[in-house]
């Protein structure tokens, strides 16, 4: 049941991200700014957190997702150490996947060769 | 066919491609539900097999997934993918992780320090810039209503 649940839920923020591509046609780093500046808001206001006890994964393997967890990063460390926190709490919440991509990209990058445009 | 100003506009309708906007939907919707189903299956196998906690399953799944998508980004094969599934690709962290690589690979040439490192974070850069600061004030906004 989490299998389908995910894939709708995965599914329709995807196809939502579809219609701001084909609508809009800006560069794909607007949608992706856009999505994690919503997935914030949403995670600020606690609407998301709802959204990932129905869709799991599909909720949180989206870029929404990873606003999510910036937020109750930020607003979890806030509430423990104040200002500081503030600060921090998004990054660290979120600092597996950065430095993940940060490390894997770079290593990709000695070992492969740009594919060029055929 | 001539092409007189009479026909012009009906020449110019014929040959833009339809919208493929139905389409482009439709293949978002699977490659992107698709992506969070392999992910719910990496999560379950952590929760399930290793015995981890779901808290601590999901930042471990992130980091799976964004290996996954930078080997296939070497391996020239998330491009492939992201021409089919459009927005399918791209809004996922699978997406976020191509966004990091592809820029990584382009600007190899330019040297590994102010090529790949310098652009790695090209197209992320701004995702990046545009979370933290907003965290930053939902963080502030928490601490000033509860």
């Known amino acids: ?71 109750k990063g930020a607003m979890e460390e806030a509430s423990s150490k104040g200002f500081m926190g503030a600060l921090s709490g998004g990054i660290i919440k979120t600092a597996p996947g950065v430095a993940a991509a940060l490390v894997f990209g770079y290593l990709v990058a000695v070992i492969f060769n740009p594919k060029g445009d055929k | 066919m001539k092409y007189n100003k009479d026909n012009y506009q009906q020449v110019v309708d014929e040959i833009t491609p339809k919208n493929k906007m139905l389409k482009n939907c439709i293949m978002a919707f699977i490659f992107g539900g698709a992506i969070c189903v392999i992910g719910e299956f990496i999560n379950d196998s952590f929760v399930s097999w290793l015995g981890i906690t779901e808290d601590e399953a999901s930042p471990m799944t992130s980091v799976v997934l964004v290996g996954i998508s930078a080997l296939l980004t070497g391996l020239g094969w998330y491009d492939k993918l992201g021409k089919i599934g459009g927005a399918g690709t791209v809004v996922p962290i699978t997406g976020f992780a191509n966004s990091v690589v592809s820029p990584a690979l382009e600007f190899k040439r330019e040297g590994y320090v102010l090529g790949t490192a310098a652009n790695i974070f090209k197209l992320a850069g701004p995702v990046l810039l545009f979370g933290y600061l907003s965290s930053f004030v939902a963080g502030l906004l928490s601490m000033a209503f509860r």
């Not at chain 1, 780093?29 to 914030?40: D, F, I, M, R, S």
């Open chain 1, 1 to 71: 049941m989490n299998y389908v649940m995910s894939f709708l839920i995965g599914g329709t923020i995807c196809l939502i991200g579809q219609i701001v591509i084909d609508t809009f046609k800006k560069n794909n780093a607007y949608l992706l700014v856009a999505l994690v500046v919503t997935g914030v808001i949403l995670g600020y206001l606690g609407i998301y957190d709802k959204i990932v006890e129905i869709g799991h994964s599909g909720a949180t393997v989206p870029l929404l997702g990873f606003g999510n967890s910036l937020a």
